[in-house]
Nanobody
Framework: QVQLVESGGGLVKVGGSLRLSCAAS????????MGWYRQAPGKQRELVAT???????NYADSVKGRFTISRDNSKKTSYLQMNSLKPDDTAVYYC?????????WGQGTQVTVSS
């Protein structure tokens, strides 16, 4: 059984920073890809960033230059460093992981950016 647990969300002012973490647990040998998505009220869930086990990354245009995704393979954990936060970044952030041909999701963590 695989579980993903996010942490690090919260309330931050415009221009501030937050670091989200996503820890995977369970019967896991490797995680080929991990990612972060977000869903704002009334909107569809959208891609934020992804990272492969080799470190290749992909970002949504809206976060390029402000957010950085990373991972620690030994800890089975991914991170999302978010800088220069804007009100439009307010959303529930979800991590996911592609493991043994299945996609797993965390429960989400709220990020609120106040102006």
């Amino acid at each position: 059984q695989v579980q993903l647990v996010e942490s690090g969300g919260g309330l931050v002012k415009v221009g501030g920073s937050l670091r989200l973490s996503c820890a995977a647990s369970g019967n896991i040998f490797s995680i080929p890809a991990m990612g972060w998505y977000r869903q704002a009220p009334g909107k569809q869930r959208e891609l934020v960033a992804t990272i492969t086990s080799g470190g290749s990354t992909n970002y949504a245009d809206s976060v390029k230059g402000r957010f950085t995704i990373s991972r620690d393979n030994s800890k089975k954990t991914s991170y999302l460093q978010m800088n220069s936060l804007k009100p439009d970044d307010t959303a529930v952030y979800y991590c996911n992981a592609y493991i043994r041909d299945s996609l797993y999701w965390g429960q989400g963590t709220q990020v609120t950016v106040s102006s």
